[in-house]
């Protein structure tokens, strides 16, 4: 089995250096950009399996990269932001970053970011579910990992897809951001809760019917599609 492919975009030498030594002990294939347009290059060439994204970039900065990138890959995106303002991150999670970490971080931390990511990603299909999720407009399977509404297909980042396929396993009951964190992200997810909001949003928005998720004010969300 080949080494998973990790692309850092940073232009600063030292975190490029201090990822490469903690990647690298992890086994992993690591690639380097220190600009926007050669990182959106290099994700291009080297088909990476989950790039490090810096937001603050010289030339084409994070959000113009990831806006171009999601066009043509749903490669899962972790957004490092010097900022804490939270409007940031959520413009960042907005045009298709699927997590983020605030500067300055653990390296161990997004290490095992990373090692949660690619080991949701990469399980082999076998091992998935092979349970299709039939409703009255959506139908998901869990083997392909496809969505369609009323048979037109839906394209859905990594995060979306789980988050959807989530509430869709529990029809009706209201889960908690926090049950949803577990369930999609683990329980070393240490970002905002509101992150689930934003890719909820995301999901309403692609899904063209915001009446299938319904927001429980308080308490979390609740997948409303009615059974054929």
């Given at each position: 089995m080949s080494k998973p492919k990790i692309l850092v975009i940073d232009d600063e030498k030292s975190i490029g250096d201090l990822l490469h030594a903690y990647l690298k002990a992890e086994s992993y294939q690591v690639f380097f950009a220190e600009d926007g347009l050669s990182g959106?290059?290099?994700?291009?060439?080297?088909?990476?399996?989950?790039?490090?994204?810096?937001i603050m970039l010289p030339g084409m900065d994070g959000?113009?990269?990831?806006?171009?990138?999601?066009?043509e890959s749903d490669v899962y995106v972790i957004m490092l932001t010097a900022k804490t303002e939270v409007v940031d991150k959520i413009v960042g999670l907005s045009v298709g970053a699927d997590d983020y970490v605030t500067k300055p971080f653990s390296p161990r931390e997004l290490v095992a970011r990373i090692k949660a990511a690619l080991r949701r990603i990469s399980s082999p299909k076998e091992l998935l579910s092979r349970t299709v999720?039939?409703?009255?407009?959506?139908?998901?399977?869990?083997?392909?990992?496809?969505?369609?509404?009323?048979?037109e297909p839906v394209e859905l980042t990594a995060i979306e897809f789980d988050i959807l396929q989530t509430l869709a396993e529990h029809r009706g009951m209201v889960l908690s951001r926090e049950q949803i964190i577990e369930s999609v992200w683990?329980?070393?997810?240490?970002?905002?809760?509101?992150?689930?909001?934003?890719?909820?949003?995301?999901i309403r928005q692609k899904l063209a019917d915001e009446d299938l998720i319904s927001t429980v004010h308080g308490v979390g969300y609740r997948f409303e599609d009615e059974d054929i």
């Amino acid at each position: 089995m080949s080494k998973p492919k990790i692309l850092v975009i940073d232009d600063e030498k030292s975190i490029g250096d201090l990822l490469h030594a903690y990647l690298k002990a992890e086994s992993y294939q690591v690639f380097f950009a220190e600009d926007g347009l050669s990182g959106l290059r290099a994700a291009r060439a080297f088909k990476p399996d989950l790039i490090v994204l810096d937001i603050m970039l010289p030339g084409m900065d994070g959000i113009e990269l990831l806006t171009h990138l999601r066009k043509e890959s749903d490669v899962y995106v972790i957004m490092l932001t010097a900022k804490t303002e939270v409007v940031d991150k959520i413009v960042g999670l907005s045009v298709g970053a699927d997590d983020y970490v605030t500067k300055p971080f653990s390296p161990r931390e997004l290490v095992a970011r990373i090692k949660a990511a690619l080991r949701r990603i990469s399980s082999p299909k076998e091992l998935l579910s092979r349970t299709v999720l039939a409703f009255k407009h959506i139908r998901i399977d869990a083997g392909s990992r496809k969505v369609w509404i009323d048979e037109e297909p839906v394209e859905l980042t990594a995060i979306e897809f789980d988050i959807l396929q989530t509430l869709a396993e529990h029809r009706g009951m209201v889960l908690s951001r926090e049950q949803i964190i577990e369930s999609v992200w683990g329980t070393d997810f240490y970002g905002e809760l509101r992150v689930v909001d934003v890719h909820i949003g995301h999901i309403r928005q692609k899904l063209a019917d915001e009446d299938l998720i319904s927001t429980v004010h308080g308490v979390g969300y609740r997948f409303e599609d009615e059974d054929i």
